[in-house]
């Protein structure tokens, strides 16, 4: 399995199957769950900052960020926070997941894109500490400057902290019931040319972070999502769909996903969160001006125009030509 890459743009994830091997306690309502293949050979390799999707026995698919060690080829670790008002996912991990249970992966898949820089500034609320653990990891072993502002409703909610303690110098905690939020505008106030921010949390923090650093240099913020961001967009019209592979033409009405559509006409094309954030439904376009609706693609990717998640996205004009 060594020879398989990690899922990137425009590929398909590969779909494994997987076994629990262990679930832990890490914080109120969090657990990690160690995921390691049925057959006992190597997993996939991953980047820090990937996800993978877990398909649950009950047919739910979920987006969880592996927060284990990219060297770690034997098993995949994820955290799951147990969610009020969860969609089944989330609950189900946490009331009936356990040791030796057979479950299904999609992926690792990267929507987050960890690159180079001179340095890094993280920002994490709750569970969106997980795919931030690997890049700590990453940065800390490359001899990259790195600092990372943790937030958390209490300190007994904030999971993985006994393995940031080796790190006094560069983590700073914020337990809301103590000290208050993350002080955005003492992090962000001013601009450090060279550094890259990564932020994971709760959308009104990722919303915060964007307005706080929106004078920060283009492409200094990268972030990922839980939920769909609210946005405002165009009202929708029909399009015309051309698929240049299976040489098909679709009409996608002004009510109806380009990905509805799409399976409705029994194209074959896969979709897993339908609201932009998981990478899934990822498609090349090869001609027309997409509108972007996703809350996956930088500024410099929409501008590219070369690929569009088609759950949510559409188009500018009357017509897209798409690699289907
Ligand atoms: S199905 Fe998740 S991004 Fe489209």
Redesign the pocket.
Known sequence: MASVAPARPGTEAVELSVVVRQLRWEAAGVVSVELCAADGRELPPWRPGAHIELVLPTGIARQYSLCGSPEERSCYRIGVLRERGSRGGSEYVHAFLRPGQPVRVRGPRDNFGFGPASAYLFIAGGIGITPILPMVREAADRGVPWQLAYGGRTAASMAFLDGLRQYPEQVWLYPEDQVGRIPLHEWLDQPRPGTVIYACGPEPLLSAVEAAAAHWEPGAVRMERFRAWPKPARPNTEIEVVCARSNRTVTVPADRSV?AALQDEGVPV?????????????TRVLDGDPEHR?D?LSEDDRRAGDRM????SRARGPRLVLDI
């Not at 897993?272 to 439904?281: L, N, P």
């Not at 998640?309 to 949510?312: D, T």
């Open positions: 990905l896969t979709g897993s969160c339908r609201e932009g954030v998981c990478g899934t439904c990822e996703d996956i998640f088609i759950c949510v």
